[in-house]
């Protein structure tokens, strides 16, 4: 088969989807010698596939619906593709040979009140209509897949769950070397809490800095704050809170952060804070777990079902459990031991596996 991955939305370096997309095509390419690959980008070609057996098509047309809708079809067509695997957008509208979707969550259309007006019509409007045109859909996890179901009137059998993993950087234990430049590159305390992922409402932030607050006002000692993520859209909140809060001194922002030294800045952590609202999957808890960072996240949600039994939960919308939690990971014996689960649990995970099952969705259309 000749595979076609869309690879377009993959210019930006700091998205769950981005992460995805561009780790399962490496994984692909290494488990795959039968199949021929053809990779589709916008912008700079990216150097993670440099060298590696796949054909690659480069758009000039930097605007996403412009590339996707007229750049993307046209080069799709050019490459005689068997099957399309959109791994982040609609796709290409026009486009009417065999093809999979990937929809990670459901995001845009349950918090599509902190989207912009152009992406609520992408959502709205333009991804509809491609996903009818689309021969098989996958997603990241079980709760997707009933959110999916309900929300887009897709029969849940209909519906592939082909779970993540983190990549093998989080993995590598580095030179303690190496966790010093990290902590000298970003200014990191010696001991600190880690908030990871993009700036943005459904995060739960904010609700994060006022219970991070009251721990404070209760132990003088509590460690700092280290936000690593890009700012997203609505993201000012987050500032503003830290300025009522007086809270100046204690937080920290590192901004977008490489795999590499993310995987660092984890080793360097107290914990990780990931009380999301909302996930697709959740990423961050196995980079976490892989790394050896004890994770705090939510109880809804995608959340449980990657963590499993190697987390503390909260409540993301109660601010006395959020609060307690935070409490909770001050304790070091309790810590270590999440950090024991966390590495049995995710070993349950794999790149591999992923792309295998990737693989037999595939298959399945050279039948239809």
């Given at each position: 088969?000749r595979?076609?991955?869309?690879?377009?939305?993959?210019?930006?370096?700091?998205g769950?989807?981005?992460r995805?997309a561009?780790?399962?095509?490496?994984?692909?390419?290494?488990?795959?010698?039968?199949?021929?690959?053809?990779?589709?980008?916008?912008g700079?070609?990216?150097?993670?596939?440099?060298?590696?057996?796949?054909?690659?098509?480069?758009?000039?047309?930097?605007?996403?619906?412009?590339?996707?809708?007229?750049w993307?079809?046209?080069?799709?067509?050019?490459?005689?593709l068997?099957?399309?695997?959109l791994t982040?957008?609609?796709?290409p509208?026009?486009?009417?040979?065999?093809?999979?979707?990937?929809?990670?969550?459901?995001?845009?259309?349950?918090?599509?009140?902190?989207?912009?007006?152009?992406?609520?019509?992408?959502?709205?409007?333009?991804?509809?209509?491609?996903?009818?045109?689309?021969?098989?859909?996958?997603?990241?996890?079980a709760?997707?897949?009933?959110?999916?179901?309900?929300?887009?009137?897709?029969?849940?059998?209909?519906?592939?769950?082909?779970?993540?993993?983190?990549?093998?950087?989080?993995?590598?234990?580095?030179?303690?070397?190496?966790?010093?430049?990290?902590?000298?590159?970003?200014?990191?305390?010696d001991h600190?809490?880690l908030?990871?992922?993009?700036?943005?409402?459904?995060k739960?932030?904010?609700?994060?800095?006022?219970?991070?607050?009251?721990?404070?006002?209760?132990?003088?000692?509590?460690?700092?704050?280290?936000?690593?993520?890009?700012?997203?859209?609505?993201?000012?909140?987050v500032?503003?809170?830290?300025?009522?809060?007086?809270?100046?001194?204690?937080?920290?922002?590192?901004?977008?952060?490489?795999?590499?030294?993310l995987?660092?800045?984890?080793?360097?952590?107290v914990?990780?804070?990931?009380?999301?609202i909302?996930?697709?999957?959740?990423l961050?808890?196995?980079e976490?777990?892989?790394?050896g960072?004890?994770?705090?996240?939510?109880?809804?949600?995608?959340?449980?079902?990657?963590?499993?039994?190697?987390?503390?939960?909260?409540?993301?919308?109660?601010?006395?459990?959020?609060?307690s939690?935070?409490?909770t990971?001050?304790d070091?014996?309790?810590?270590?031991e999440?950090?024991?689960?966390g590495?049995r649990?995710?070993?349950q995970?794999s790149?591999?596996?992923?792309?295998?099952?990737?693989?037999?969705?595939?298959?399945?259309?050279?039948?239809?």
């Amino acid at each position: 088969m000749r595979i076609g991955l869309d690879l377009t939305h993959c210019y930006q370096r700091n998205g769950g989807i981005q992460r995805y997309a561009i780790q399962l095509a490496r994984a692909l390419l290494e488990i795959d010698v039968q199949n021929q690959y053809v990779l589709f980008f916008r912008g700079d070609m990216r150097e993670e596939f440099i060298g590696l057996n796949a054909e690659i098509y480069v758009s000039p047309i930097k605007h996403q619906v412009l590339c996707e809708q007229t750049w993307l079809f046209m080069a799709a067509r050019r490459a005689h593709l068997d099957v399309f695997h959109l791994t982040g957008f609609g796709g290409p509208l026009a486009y009417s040979g065999k093809s999979v979707i990937t929809i990670c969550d459901m995001n845009q259309f349950l918090y599509s009140s902190t989207m912009k007006r152009s992406q609520k019509m992408y959502w709205g409007l333009l991804f509809p209509l491609s996903l009818r045109r689309r021969d098989r859909l996958i997603t990241i996890s079980a709760n997707s897949q009933n959110d999916i179901s309900r929300l887009l009137h897709v029969p849940s059998n209909n519906i592939t769950v082909i779970p993540l993993a983190a990549s093998s950087v989080f993995f590598e234990a580095p030179p303690e070397q190496a966790l010093k430049q990290v902590a000298r590159e970003y200014a990191l305390p010696d001991h600190f809490f880690l908030a990871v992922g993009t700036l943005e409402p459904r995060k739960n932030h904010v609700r994060l800095l006022d219970a991070y607050a009251n721990v404070v006002r209760e132990h003088e000692s509590v460690p700092p704050l280290v936000f690593a993520g890009r700012p997203g859209w609505l993201y000012e909140p987050v500032r503003q809170r830290i300025i009522d809060l007086n809270l100046t001194e204690r937080v920290r922002f590192a901004g977008f952060v490489s795999d590499t030294d993310l995987s660092r800045i984890y080793r360097l952590a107290v914990a990780l804070l990931y009380p999301s609202i909302y996930e697709g999957f959740g990423l961050p808890i196995l980079e976490a777990m892989a790394s050896g960072c004890p994770v705090l996240t939510s109880n809804v949600s995608s959340m449980p079902e990657v963590a499993g039994d190697a987390a503390h939960y909260v409540d993301p919308i109660d601010l006395n459990s959020l609060t307690s939690g935070i409490r909770t990971m001050l304790d070091r014996k309790y810590r270590a031991e999440l950090v024991e689960r966390g590495f049995r649990r995710v070993r349950q995970f794999s790149w591999q596996r992923t792309a295998e099952e990737t693989l037999s969705v595939y298959k399945t259309l050279q039948h239809v």
